[in-house]
Each structure stands twice: as C-alpha cells, then as structure tokens.
Antibody, heavy 118, light 106 residues
Framework: QVQLEESGPGRVKPSETLSLTCTVSDASISNYNWYWIRQPPGKGLEWIGDISYIGISNYSPSLKSRVTISIDASRNQFSLKLISVTAADTAMYYC????????????WGLGTLVTVSS | SYELTQPPSVSVSPGQTARITCSGDKLGDKYACWYQQKPGQSPVLVIYQDNKRPSGIPERFSGSNSGNTATLTISGAQALDEADYYCQAWDTNTAFFGTGTKVTVL
C-alpha cells in the first residue's frame, strides 16, 4: 500500500520560506504525478501545484510567483518551497498522488500543519 | 479564473439518497472527481473520471457529469457518509476544487 508522509517545520516566520518534503513509501515515484494541496483551518482545499515523475511542474496561477516543486526520484521524494510567506499561508499541507489528470488523487499523506507566525 | 460551486450543505435521512451538485462553465467537457473528507482526516477519492469508483469505495457512491453540472449521488446514505465533499476538475493547466458541501445524515 502506497504511503506518503509530509515532513518539515510546523512554524515559519512571516517573509521567510516554507519548505516541505513528501516521502513516498512502498511504491515507485515513477509513472505518476505528485501534488501539493493545502487547506487553511476551517476552509476548503486549494491546489498548489504538481510535478510529473520526469520533473515537469505546474503551479497555481495565484501562487506561481512564490512556489517551486521539485522531485528527487533517487530518494522517492518530492518537495515544496513557498517563499515570502504571510499569515494567509497558514494551512494543513497535503501531498498526494495521481496517475493522470482526471484520475484524481488516489493516495494522500496525513498532512502537516504549517503556521506562519513570528 | 475557473470556479466550481457547490451547495454549502445537504441533509439526508439514513437510507435515503443524497445528491451533491458541482457547477462550473462547461464542466461536462472536463473530467470531474469527488473527494470525501471527514473531520481531522485527509481527503479520500470516491469518484474519478466522472463516474468511476476507486477500489474499496462502496457501490452506493456514483457520479455523473453533463452540461455545466457534475453530481455525486449517495444511494442509501449511512451515518458514516457524514462528511465534507469536494468536487475537482482541471481547466487548462490548473486544478480547481469546489467550494465544498457538508453532508449531514440525520
């Protein structure tokens, strides 16, 4: 059974960089697309971006200027960097997997709460 | 920017049918997915490609998509179906989630 696990700091200061890593276990990172999705407390889901196993990334237009998603197939990991964070970036951050667009994300991590606060 | 609109809440009696709509411009021309999210848990995919159920999802969950509206139907709703439900679709190269619907079974 595929497992995804997010890791990274639970607190980031305003104007600094949020960095998270998703480690994929019991499955190869090949042949799938890998997503970052967030959910502010009490609110809905927001797609941040995704990356293919060959490293082609795609970002939300509203976050594109601040986001970078990268992949390390040798470690079965992919990562998120979000620069210049503000309180509005406080959210539960999820990593997820999808075979292709339209197939939906069939496996999700448990999520990690990131709070932006000084 | 593309928008997917869902009703904020839907109530259903146990054993009855709940229908959750998701509206978006020409949504029927795109694939729609549906996720179930219970409090404190990660979302779970319940429908993909409009009407396909992933392995392990009960048959009481079904989907359709035509025109501007995708619909998730829960036939014979059970107490354990009480959750938030989100639709999702792609427009150009951007993924969009619906506004979310809280389903109450009572």
């Amino acid at each position: 059974q595929v497992q995804l696990e997010e890791s990274g700091p639970g607190r980031v200061k305003p104007s600094e960089t949020l960095s998270l890593t998703c480690t994929v276990s019991d499955a190869s990172i090949s042949n799938y697309n890998w997503y970052w999705i967030r959910q502010p407390p009490g609110k809905g889901l927001e797609w941040i971006g995704d990356i293919s196993y060959i490293g082609i990334s795609n970002y939300s237009p509203s976050l594109k200027s601040r986001v970078t998603i990268s992949i390390d197939a040798s470690r079965n990991q992919f990562s998120l960097k979000l620069i210049s964070v503000t309180a509005a970036d406080t959210a539960m951050y999820y990593c997820a997997r999808a075979y292709s667009r339209g197939w939906g994300c069939d496996h999700w991590g448990l999520g990690t709460l990131v709070t932006v606060s000084s | 920017s593309y928008e997917l609109t869902q009703p904020p809440s839907v109530s259903v009696s146990p054993g009855q049918t709940a229908r959750i709509t998701c509206s978006g411009d020409k949504l029927g021309d795109k694939y729609a997915c549906w996720y179930q999210q219970k409090p404190g848990q990660s979302p779970v995919l319940v429908i993909y490609q409009d009407n396909k159920r992933p392995s392990g999802i009960p048959e009481r969950f079904s989907g359709s998509n035509s025109g501007n509206t995708a619909t998730l139907t829960i036939s014979g709703a059970q107490a354990l179906d009480e959750a938030d439900y989100y639709c999702q679709a792609w427009d150009t190269n951007t993924a969009f989630f619906g506004t979310g619907t809280k389903v109450t079974v009572l």
